[in-house]
């Protein structure tokens, strides 16, 4: 007696997992992961991820991931001739071509050295710039920018996060802040 199964002329699929092609709503990029889908599309809507130490917005999980990693002074890179630290590779690569004295860029203002073309632009944006308008409402100190007195503010008057100094115990939010205490505290060293 005859199967009445048909029989298959190509051999079985593979049971490998389909790939998945979701696109996003908004401008039709294509993902393969539900996840990477919803953090794309949060960008368009501007929706972020936000910090719950310090506040700052990142549009993905794997950002704000790494900036948490800051605050719990927890390190993958640590530059070899200053005290500077960094979650990026690059970051850290960029960072240590920055102590090549023929990669460094000059600002045309004052001669101040710069790293990176992205910090001598910051830099330029404040150069020569006499006036401190923003007021620090606790102490009474000024800023010549808004981001420096918030910076300020929560370093001096928030929370006790950030970055310390192992001889004196100062704290600092930035990591570039501590670098340059670290500096004068130890005289060079």
Known sequence: MKSLRPT??????????????????????????????KEHYNRHKGETYQCNICEKGFATTGGLREHVRQHENKFRYICHMC???????????????????????????????????????????????????????????????????????????GEKSGFQCQKCGKRYKHASSLSKHVKRCTGGK
């Open 83 to 157: 005290p500077a630290q960094f979650n990026f590779k690059s970051h850290y690569e960029a960072h240590v071509r920055g102590h090549e004295p023929e990669s460094c860029k000059k600002c045309p203002t004052c001669d101040k050295q710069f790293a990176s073309s992205s910090n001598l632009l910051k830099h330029k944006m404040i150069c020569g710039v006499q006036e401190k308008l923003f007021e620090c409402q606790i102490c009474d100190k000024s800023f010549k920018t808004q981001m420096y007195l918030k910076v300020h503010e929560k370093a001096t008057h």
């Open 8 to 37: 298959m002329a190509s051999p079985e699929p593979s049971k490998q997992k389909q790939r998945q092609e979701l696109p996003c709503i908004v401008c039709q990029k294509v993902f393969t992961s539900p996840r990477n889908l």
